[in-house]
């Protein structure tokens, strides 16, 4: 009977311990965000991008010429990128971040993190 008893604390203490493993890798999934901006056609889109703070922006450019992102202020800049090449940036400042491709100014386009608490 204690056997029996010091069987099922041990079962209990082990359950719980999956859950908590379970909830921080579900909670840390959920903070490790991703969005994507396609370049195409003379375009970024989306125009105007919100994301939290912390989120990785990767842009492709799936146009057949090369582009460029570069933030307005700087804080970002890729070089040339080829068709179907990638580029990221963490941003983990919330703000309002205007970037454009430097081969084509007119080519603008928006970022806006807020922080990561906030509702979206
Ligand atoms: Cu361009």
């Known amino acids: 009977m204690i056997a029996r008893t010091s069987f099922l604390a041990r079962m209990a203490i082990f359950l719980a311990f999956v859950a908590i493993v379970l909830m921080v890798a579900w909670t840390r999934a959920a903070h490790a965000e991703v969005a994507q901006v396609k370049i195409d056609n003379f375009t970024f889109d ?11 922006v990767t842009w492709i450019n799936e146009d057949d010429i090369p582009h ?4 307005a202020s700087r804080t970002f800049k890729s070089k040339a990128l080829d068709t179907d090449e990638k580029y990221s940036f963490a941003f983990t400042t919330p703000g309002s971040f205007e970037y454009f491709c430097s081969l084509h100014p007119h080519m603008k386009a928006t970022i806006i993190v807020e922080s990561a608490t906030s509702k979206m």
Do not use: R
């Open 46 to 56: 989306p125009p105007v991008l919100k994301v939290k703070a912390g989120t990785v």
């Open 68 to 71: 460029t992102v570069v933030a």
